[in-house]
C-alpha cells in the first residue's frame, strides 16, 4: 500500500512539474540593447492578464496587467483592488486607470498595469477569485487562477 501511495505521489509531482515546466517555456524574454534591462513577460491569458518583471543589476519589479470592460465613460479615475478566496483584499487606492473605447464591440477598456512585487508571496500563498478596476469587476476562474499562479511562479523563479 505504501508503494502505490509513493507512485502516485511521484507521479502527480512529475506531471505537475511538467504542466509548470510547459508553462515557464512560453515566457518571453528580452533584454534592452542600451540599457540591459531584462524583462521576462507571461503570455496574455485570460482574456488580456499578463504578468511581468523587469531585472536590473539585480533589482526585480514585478507588474500585473489586468482589464476589464464597462459601458460607461470614466475617465481621470482610480482604484484597484484584488479580492481572495479568505476576504482578504489587496487595495492599491491611488492606482491609476486607464481607460480606451472597446473597438472590438461596445463601450469601453479599463486596464491597470500595477506592481506586485511587495504582493507576490499573498498572490502565490491565496486564491484570488476576482479584481476590481474603479466600479468594474471581473473574475477569476479556478483555471485562470492556476494559469495566473503557474506564471507567476515562473517568473519569479527565472534568474
Known sequence: MKKII????LLLFYFTSYAQDKLCKKLNIKED????IKQV??????GGVFISRFIEKGNKSTYLYVNTEGVTLNTNIKGFKIL???GTIIDKKNQ???VSVNTKGDGYNYSVYTNIEDDIDLLLDKEITDFR??????SFSKRQLKKFKSYLKCI???N
Open 133 to 138: 478596476l474603479y466600479i468594474y469587476d471581473r
Open 6 to 9: 509513493t507512485i502516485i505521489a
Open 156 to 158: 519569479v523563479n527565472y
Open 33 to 36: 540593447k542600451f540599457t540591459k
Open 96 to 98: 491609476k486607470i486607464d
Open 84 to 86: 481572495f478566496s479568505d
Open 41 to 46: 513577460k507571461s503570455p496574455s491569458f485570460a
